[in-house]
Nanobody, 114 residues
Framework: QVQLVELGGGLVQAGESLRLSCAAS????????MGWYRQAPGKQRELVAT???????NYADSLKGRFTISRDNAKNTVYLQMDSLKPEDTASYYC????????WGQGTQVTVSS
């Protein structure tokens, strides 16, 4: 079965960096678009970034230049490098896959203190 397991969240200060990872299994990773979403308390879940099987990327406009999505098909892992973090980046971050239906990881908490 499909599994998405996020790692790498934590508590950081504003201006610092974090790298999230999502280990995937149960499907042909290299053939599929992967994504990251986030959800802050009291807010709707929102797109952070996606990366296609060919490596093309798409970002939320507000995050361009600070966040970078990448993938390692040999490791079945997608990454999210987050730089210059701001308190408003505080959220749970989720790995996302759409096959016949949507799949979500369990989420990893990122907290940015000012």
């Amino acid at each position: 079965q499909v599994q998405l397991v996020e790692l790498g969240g934590g508590l950081v200060q504003a201006g610092e960096s974090l790298r999230l990872s999502c280990a995937a299994s149960g499907f042909i990773f290299s053939a599929n678009t992967m994504g990251w979403y986030r959800q802050a308390p009291g807010k709707q879940r929102e797109l952070v970034a996606t990366i296609t099987s060919g490596g093309s990327t798409n970002y939320a406009d507000s995050l361009k230049g600070r966040f970078t999505i990448s993938r390692d098909n040999a490791k079945n892992t997608v990454y999210l490098q987050m730089d210059s973090l701001k308190p408003e980046d505080t959220a749970s971050y989720y790995c996302y896959l759409r096959l016949q239906r949507e799949y979500w990881g369990q989420g990893t908490q990122v907290t940015v203190s000012s």
